[in-house]
C-alpha cells in the first residue's frame, strides 16, 4: 500500500535521516508540485483529449479563472440574501 505524507523537518538531522532511508530504497522524497502547476498540468491534458475527440476549443485559464470567480461571487450573493 502506498502513502503518501506531507512532513514538516524540524531538527535538520531528521532530513539526513529521510534522506539515508531514501538512499536504501525504502521512500521516496519528491517535490511537491504547487496547485497551479497540478491545474495548469491538468487543463492541458483535458485540452488535449477535446482536441483529439474534436470538441470545440477549450477554455483558457483566464476564461476558466473568470467563470469561478463569478460563480463565486454568485454563491456569496446568495448567501448574503439568507
Same mark, same amino acid.
Given at each position: 500500500?502506498?502513502?503518501?505524507?506531507?512532513? $514538516?523537518?524540524?531538527?535538520? #538531522? &531528521? =532530513?539526513?535521516?529521510?534522506?539515508?532511508? %531514501?538512499?536504501v530504497e525504502?521512500?521516496?522524497?519528491? #517535490? +511537491? $508540485?504547487?496547485?497551479?502547476?497540478?491545474?495548469?498540468?491538468?487543463?492541458?491534458? /483535458?485540452?488535449?483529449? +477535446?482536441?483529439? +475527440?474534436?470538441?470545440? =476549443?477549450?477554455?483558457?485559464?483566464? $476564461?476558466?479563472?473568470?467563470? /469561478?470567480? #463569478? /460563480?463565486? &461571487? =454568485?454563491?456569496? %450573493? #446568495?448567501?448574503?440574501?439568507?
Amino acid at each position: 500500500m502506498l502513502k503518501t505524507m506531507q512532513i $514538516e523537518i524540524i531538527n535538520p #538531522k &531528521a =532530513e539526513r535521516i529521510l534522506r539515508e532511508l %531514501a538512499a536504501v530504497e525504502l521512500i521516496r522524497i519528491g #517535490k +511537491q $508540485e504547487s496547485f497551479r502547476t497540478h491545474l495548469d498540468r491538468l487543463t492541458q491534458s /483535458v485540452k488535449r483529449h +477535446q482536441e483529439k +475527440q474534436g470538441m470545440p =476549443e477549450p477554455m483558457s485559464m483566464d $476564461e476558466i479563472t473568470t467563470e /469561478v470567480k #463569478k /460563480v463565486r &461571487a =454568485e454563491r456569496y %450573493a #446568495k448567501r448574503k440574501k439568507n
